[in-house]
């Protein structure tokens, strides 16, 4: 077979050949995207039948957060309001694109319960499709390429982030677009005015999907602040900022603060003082050696080698490779200094496919240059050694991938047994009643209970709290003394010693084999002692119908 070898658009080293997919009836079962695809959907309906055999049939998304998004579709929907139910404007959501998209698909067809489900596989497929498209273009070469792309199946991984029923499968494919279009352009002398607008564009919906998207943003235009394209850099820091600033000013001119509260309550706080830095820092290397930011920390480690490697060859910054290289290094330590990892391997989803990406790149461009020979069989690679020592630097991630595939079916386990039949209690015997709770997705979705979040994502006064301090017994009490409060399913250990005394448990539940939920146990709380009598009499009610391994315990 004749080969020979270009430097492409991204100053990788291609091979022309396609070599790996010759000539024959079923070849298309080779194609890499087929290949990819088949394996994503098959693990998708294995994981999503194991669900369901766990759920007893009743399909269940593996974070209650999806519900929050579910319940402000359909408020906007159905009461045109921006919030989580009727009563008027709450700031729960850190995805304005998701749940607008949410309930303009609710709106057409009806039901919007399996609309994040779908939008997820759409959203699996386009990054695929993406990565796909950008490898075969920057390396021609089918055997790698089908090998990057099985890594970011199972590595990232895609099959447990659909089931999260979330907007992270979109926000990877969004950043996808946005860093090789910026890589791109850097390199590049000239700028159309087409290459410019969808620059813009992919910044705006960068923030507009996920709030870390301004992270990207900021390397961005940095970079290209650097190259001396100094109103690049502007339009892009204005386009990005400005999904934030329209949302900032509508929720602040409702009394609410600037940023959603998930981004406020979740975000690390830092004290500017040498005590505060100090213990800042510390915590940042004390992250390096948690099971869910490892990972981050050893792709950070392998991507800015991979960097500082080709500078030091005296490379160029704005070789399109070396500017992928340098904008998900500065994404990724920042990321890791400002925002959380974990969330059920969601947060950092879209820096684990952007590492993988850059470093099939920056693998594929250093082996044929530097160990050629080894991997030569007969005058033609054998990328049957290259795909070793990819896998070889992905070993860690590995493990993580193997739990979170199976975690999944028994994490939607878990949301139905806890906050899915919280829900379907709080509907039987509380339906427009004011409940306070914890978690507040299924509770809002499914109950139609006026939800009293304790935890600030869907309430101003508990946010303000939350800010200040761990809520106290006296902030509790005045809070849901305030709301009216009918009934209180919370977890004891959120609350510690502020649970307020007058209020009386009644029972517990307990599920086992736990992996998302916040805690094995949720209690049931009355305000005083004459309605906990009710409430005992509800849960005693209410116990056969629980689903198997979930406990009941009446306290009397």
């Known amino acids: 077979m004749i080969q020979t070898n270009t430097e492409n658009s991204i100053g990788v080293t291609s091979s022309k050949s396609m070599e ?22 098959v693990t998708v309906l294995v994981i999503g039948g194991a669900g ?102 199972f590595l990232v991984p895609l099959p447990a982030l659909i089931f999260v029923g979330m907007e992270h499968t979109l926000q990877m494919l969004i950043n996808v677009g946005l860093v090789f279009l910026a890589a791109t352009l850097l390199g590049k002398e000239r ?18 999907i996920r709030y870390e998207g301004a992270f990207l943003v900021v390397i961005v235009a940095g970079l290209f602040l650097a190259r001396k394209r100094v109103w690049v850099a502007v339009g892009t820091l204005f386009f990005g900022a400005l999904p ?28 500017w003082t040498v005590r505060g830095l100090w213990r800042f820092a510390e915590g940042f290397v004390h992250q390096f050696f948690r099971t869910d930011s490892f990972h981050v920390y050893l792709l950070l480690g392998l991507v800015a080698g991979s960097l500082v490697y080709r500078l030091r060859k005296g490379q160029s910054l704005w070789r399109p490779l070396n500017s992928l290289l340098a904008i998900t290094t500065g994404t990724m330590f920042v990321h890791l200094v400002s925002a959380r990892q974990g969330g059920f391997f969601r947060y950092e989803a879209y820096l684990m496919v952007l590492g993988l990406l850059v470093l099939s790149f920056s ?18 690679p054998n990328f049957r050694g290259m795909g070793i020592m990819f896998l070889l630097m992905a070993v860690v991630l590995v493990g993580r991938s193997l739990v979170a595939l199976s975690w999944t079916p028994q994490a939607s386990r878990n949301i139905y047994q806890q906050q899915c039949q919280m829900a379907r209690f709080a509907q039987r015997y509380y339906a427009g009643k004011p409940v306070a709770v914890n978690d507040i997705g299924a509770m809002a979705y499914f109950s139609g209970s006026h939800v009293i979040d304790l935890c600030g ?64 146990h949720v209690s049931f709380y009355a305000p005083d002692a004459e309605k906990a009598k009710k409430l005992r009499r509800q849960l005693h009610e209410f116990a056969p119908e629980l689903p198997k391994g979930v406990g009941s315990v009446i306290i009397e």
Not at 20 to 41: D, Q, Y
Not at 113 to 119: D, I, M, R, T
Not at 194 to 207: K, M, N, P
Not at 254 to 266: A, I, M, Q, S
């Open 244 to 271: 934030v600033v329209i949302y900032g000013w509508a929720s602040a001119s409702r009394g609410w603060f600037f940023l959603p509260n998930t981004v406020l309550l979740k975000k690390k706080n830092v004290a």
């Open 20 to 41: 790996g997919l010759e000539p024959g009836r079923w070849v298309w079962l080779k194609h890499p995207l087929v290949v990819s695809m088949m394996a994503l959907g």
């Open 191 to 208: 700028i159309s005015h087409r290459q410019l607008a969808c620059l813009f564009l992919l910044s705006s919906l960068a923030t507009l």
């Open 457 to 520: 994502l869907a309430d101003l006064e508990s946010a303000k709290i939350w800010r200040q301090h761990r809520p106290r017994e006296e902030d509790l009490a005045r809070l849901t003394r305030e709301k009216g409060m009918e009934l209180a399913i919370i977890y004891d250990h959120w609350f510690r010693h502020s649970i307020p005394r007058q209020w009386v448990r009644a029972g517990q539940w307990t599920i086992s084999g736990n992996v998302v939920c916040s805690g094995d």
């Open 52 to 153: 369901l055999w766990m759920t007893e049939g009743n399909f269940t998304y593996v974070q209650d957060d999806a519900y929050i998004h579910l319940a402000m579709a359909n408020t906007l929907v159905l009461e045109g309001v921006w919030g989580i139910d009727a009563r008027g404007f709450t700031s729960s959501s850190s995805s304005l694109l998701w749940t607008l998209l949410v309930a303009g698909i609710q709106r057409v067809l009806g039901d919007g319960y399996y609309v994040p489900l779908v939008l997820n596989l759409l959203s699996a497929g386009g990054v695929l499709y993406a990565a796909y498209r950008a490898l075969m273009k920057y390396t021609g070469s089918v055997r790698f390429t089908r090998w990057a792309l099985l890594g970011i199946v």
């Open 363 to 380: 693998v594929y461009d250093y082996f044929p240059h530097r160990v050629a020979r080894v991997f030569e069989k007969g005058g033609r």
